[in-house]
C-alpha cells in the first residue's frame, strides 16, 4: 500500500507538468495584463483589473469587474467571458469564439467581429447575481434572529391599557 501511495505521489507531478501551459497563460488579481505587440499569450483570467490586447490571445480570457480592449486588427482566438466589464474592439478586431458579457457591453469599431456567439446582459444589476444566495442567507438569519429575540424577551406592560 505504501508503495502504491509513493509511486502515485511521484507520478502525479510528473504527469501534470504535460498539462500545464504557464508560459503563455496570463493570471491577474488587481493589475492591469498587457500583451505586448509582437507577443502570443494563451489562457488569460483577470479579476480587478483590465486586460489590453496588443498582441494575439491564442486561448480563452475571463474577467470580473474588468474590461477587455483589443487593438485594431489583432486576434483572440477562444472565448471571452467577462462578468462586470466591458469589451472594446478596435478596427479589424475578431474574436473567434463565443463572447459572453454580464454587466458590461460591448464597443466594437467598424470591421471588428466576433464569430461566435455574442450574448451580452447589459446593467449592473447583474452584479448581484453572485452574491444572491449570500443576501437570501443573511435574510434568513436575520429573519430567525428577529423572531427568537422577540419571543424570547417580555416588554413592559404600560399601566392603564396599550401605551396610547
Known amino acids: ?80 467571458a467577462s462578468l462586470g466589464g466591458d469589451l472594446v474592439m478596435g478596427e479589424d478586431a475578431s474574436v473567434g469564439g463565443d463572447v459572453a458579457i454580464a454587466a458590461g457591453e460591448t464597443k466594437m469599431a467598424s470591421g471588428a467581429a466576433i464569430r461566435g456567439e455574442e450574448t451580452v446582459l447589459p446593467g449592473r444589476i447583474w452584479l448581484l447575481l453572485p452574491v444572491a444566495p449570500f443576501l437570501i442567507l443573511a435574510g434568513v438569519i436575520w429573519l430567525i434572529v428577529y423572531v427568537v429575540r422577540r419571543n424570547r424577551y417580555q416588554f413592559p406592560a404600560y399601566p392603564g391599557g396599550r401605551g396610547f
Open 1 to 80: 500500500m505504501r508503495r502504491l501511495l509513493l509511486a502515485a505521489a511521484l507520478l502525479i507531478p510528473v504527469v501534470s507538468l504535460g498539462f500545464a501551459n504557464s508560459g503563455q497563460d496570463r493570471v491577474g488579481v488587481g493589475t492591469d495584463i498587457v500583451i505586448a505587440d509582437g507577443e502570443s499569450a494563451g489562457d488569460i483570467a483577470c479579476a480587478f483589473c483590465t486586460v489590453r490586447v496588443h498582441g494575439d490571445v491564442r486561448g480563452d480570457i475571463a474577467t470580473f469587474l474588468g474590461t477587455v480592449t483589443v487593438d485594431a486588427g489583432r486576434n483572440i482566438s477562444g472565448d471571452i
